[in-house]
């Protein structure tokens, strides 16, 4: 009989429990022991769903309270020096300042670095290793959790990240396999204390596996897995790879002495049957046949014509499961009350996913028919290639800068803001009234220009030289959009987590993409109308709403692409006619939406830096383009990076502690245009002190030629309060002109 399991469920609650109570408790308004007493019911409740679809075994371990590395870099012992001083009174306290840099109980202090989980929109928390680590196991979570999961009934399989995946996401070393010897022995006793409990299976979790890796890392694996099978005594473990082809490790994967190995079939159907003969007599094949990144109904008749004869070759040993965890796919499709049914019944969350486990495990063991319906179908608009052949504006960069000097007169380190300013409650309340038709349009668009003339206010009392108008008026940088084009359908409770508390709503692209009106001409021009100063037009970029949307699977990404690129250009035109002279397109998913494997880059750059370029190949010279991008690795894609000509680029830097900076300032390759490094951290609620600012504003200097330095935070500032956000950009601002003088 073919079984049923999963690698990981959504932890934020069907309706957002998870993020109401962390923030709650953050802000003191709920009791610690309230807030674990909602963890508890999120894990019991997404074990009861796996245990209703017939799943064999329920995942255990996948819950955290911000991050799942997070959790890992605790339970082995993996925490920066810095965490120790003011510690917090209790391991919940000291977890959330590790994750934020604030908690309840302890002192303030730099919150952990944050990066993109391989290419999602999930942020984990970077690992700070040490070539003096020392590891030690601290499991009792995860072992309450198993014995959680045993007392009702439930057969727990543990979710864990294996070593070598745990080690490659760290930084602070330059040879992490060194650390390797000192991390196992942490992995074997967890396993016996897992097998202690009676656990049969622990989820291994490797998806460096689909990477390009390096010869040693690559033969780290049979070393490293033949130590852990020596030890794993009672215990089975399963290996998982996901989000990638594995390729050239696909032997290598089944060569180890593992039990049990999950591949990624959506990503690489073609690996199946290799895969499945590779197993031999004695392996478990995990096939992730249900497309754990996306909310399209699969294609159930399909995959049952693919793996009934796997079916009968494997008997027991050929586990259906989701292509990777559901963690990035929505909870539960019966929250959407206000979704048409035609909609509604080609699509699929988490829990019908668990429902499609087990329809598809019904008709492999039953050999029946169910009929399904698939995502809408579409045509091809010509050659994407073509259209994308001269997308580069009519002057270099040089010409350019020398009219737009001359256009602004900005002072040297000229300071802004990356677009969005405070949701406050008030605003959300107004939103929500006018949703449920409790105020009338002009009174919310009323409410709107008030927001934003405030906008301006606060910035000119702070002195910024280049203003932005808030984004009062945007629920999501993306899913604004997506409300604003044709060929979009939005969702009431389609959320996943992107770090922490921080929950998105991709829309969902249904059909072909157009815009039927302007989008933010004209906010973005009565902003303008109230001060002297340049206000910047705020748009987010083609790639970065395709790569946040939740896209359709009958044609090819690019030409989503690039229907949203001739949006967006159309939007250009009317802002820069509108007398918007500074427009920044917004491009934080650049690199997320970079394949895996580098001999996919080409392609991946070829359509997608021509969609971004495409927005604004026709502006004049004299309009300034910006773009910023945030918290990911830059260093492999400088060359995309460079090659979207934008004018100014601003980056997520000050959570990295300039790490990432470096590649935008080599000398040789980095970035040749203008470019400001945030200089403090938004996702933190610390406020950084002026003298701080002072200082890492001379360290960037040092790199950056300052006439083509700007000075900005590192990201938008919508999650934090209006208290935090004034003090934080006053000090900013009055950091700039103490470097500006002393340069002067």
Not at 586 to 591: G, Q, T, Y
């Amino acid at each position: 009989m073919v079984q049923t399991h999963i690698l990981g469920y959504p932890r934020i609650g069907a309706n957002r429990e998870l993020k109401k109570a962390q923030e709650a408790y953050w802000r003191g308004d709920m009791p610690q022991q309230q807030l674990l007493q909602v963890g508890t019911e999120i894990r019991r409740g997404n074990w009861q769903a796996q245990s209703e679809a017939g799943l064999s075994r329920v995942a255990v371990g996948d819950f955290a309270w911000y991050d799942q590395v997070l959790n890992h870099s605790l339970m082995f012992g993996v925490v920066g020096q810095r965490f120790a001083e003011g510690a917090a009174d209790n391991k919940l306290d000291q977890y959330f300042r590790l994750a934020r840099g604030r908690a309840p109980s302890g002192q303030p202090v730099a919150a952990s670095a944050m990066t993109k989980w391989f290419d999602t929109n999930y942020h984990y928390l970077v690992p700070e290793l040490s070539n003096d680590q020392a590891f030690s196991l601290d499991s009792e979570w995860l072992l309450d959790e198993v014995r959680e999961a045993q007392s009702l009934g439930y057969k727990a399989k543990p979710v864990v990240i294996g070593p070598l995946t745990y080690l490659w996401l760290g930084r602070g070393v330059d040879s992490p396999l060194d650390l390797v010897s000192k991390l196992l022995p942490c992995y074997a006793e967890l396993l016996s204390q897992l097998a202690d409990l009676g656990v049969e299976w622990v989820q291994l979790d490797e998806p460096i596996l689909g990477l390009d890796l390096p010869d040693e890392w690559r033969g780290a694996f049979d070393s490293t897995y033949q130590q852990i099978a020596a030890v794993a005594l009672g215990v089975n473990t399963l290996l998982a790879t996901y989000f990638s082809p594995l390729r050239e490790n696909l032997e290598l994967v089944f060569s180890l002495p593992v039990p049990g190995v999950h591949i990624d079939c959506v990503r690489a159907p073609e690996e199946l049957e290799a895969a499945a003969q590779l197993a031999g007599k004695n392996k478990v094949l995990s096939a992730g046949v249900i497309n754990g990144r996306n909310v399209w109904r699969a294609d159930l008749n399909r995959w049952q014509g693919t793996l009934q004869p796997l079916a009968k070759q494997l008997g027991d040993r050929l586990w259906l499961s989701a292509s990777c965890s559901l963690l990035h796919s929505p909870v539960d499709l019966e929250t959407e009350i206000k979704l048409p049914s035609e909609q509604k019944q080609k699509l699929a969350y988490s829990r019908q996913k668990l429902q499609e486990l087990a329809q598809l495990q019904q008709l492999l063991n039953e050999d029946t028919e169910i009929p399904v319906s698939g995502g809408e179908s579409g045509v091809a608009e010509g050659s994407i290639a073509d259209q994308l052949r001269d997308t580069w504006r009519q002057q270099c960069f040089q010409d350019r800068s020398l009219v737009q000097a001359k256009r602004w007169k900005l002072p040297l380190l000229p300071t802004t803001t990356i677009g969005s300013f405070p949701q406050t409650d008030l605003l959300r309340g107004v939103r929500r009234k006018y949703r449920n038709s409790e105020i009338s349009e002009a009174d919310y668009l009323e409410h709107l220009r008030a927001e934003i003339a405030e906008a301006i206010r606060r910035q000119e009392i702070l002195g910024l030289d280049v203003l932005v108008h808030g984004e009062a008026e945007r629920n999501d940088m993306v899913e604004y959009f997506g409300e604003q084009l044709d060929g979009f359908v939005h969702t009431g409770n389609g959320w996943v987590q992107s770090y922490g508390s921080r929950c998105v709503k991709p829309p969902i692209i249904f059909g072909d993409i157009s815009r039927p009106n302007a989008m933010t001409v004209e906010w973005s021009s009565y902003a303008q109308s109230l001060t002297n100063k340049p206000v910047k037009g705020m748009l987010t970029g083609p790639v970065t709403i395709l790569n946040w949307s939740f896209p359709r699977e009958d044609i090819h990404r690019s030409e989503s692409c690039l229907q949203i690129a001739k949006a967006l250009r159309e939007e250009v035109l009317d802002l820069e006619a509108a007398g918007i002279g500074i427009i920044q397109i917004d491009e934080p998913a650049l690199r997320e939406g970079v394949p895996l494997r580098e001999s996919e880059h080409q392609d991946y750059f070829a359509w997608a830096v021509g969609c971004f370029r495409y927005t604004c190949s026709e502006v004049k010279a004299e309009t300034q383009i910006h773009t910023h991008m945030c918290y990911s690795n830059f260093n492999a894609i400088m060359d995309a990076i460079v090659s979207l000509d934008a004018d100014v680029i601003t980056i997520e830097s000050a959570r990295s502690d300039l790490r990432l900076l470096s590649a935008f300032a080599d000398k040789a390759d980095g970035y040749p245009n203008e470019i400001g490094p945030g200089v403090y951290d938004i996702h933190s609620p610390n406020v950084p002190e002026r003298g701080e600012l002072v200082e890492r504003l001379k360290k960037i200097a040092q790199v950056v030629p300052v006439e083509r330095l700007w000075v900005n935070p590192d990201c938008g500032l919508k999650t934090r309060n209006w208290a935090e956000v004034g003090s934080s950009l006053l000090n900013m601002v009055e950091a700039a002109r103490t470097v500006r003088t002393e340069l002067a």
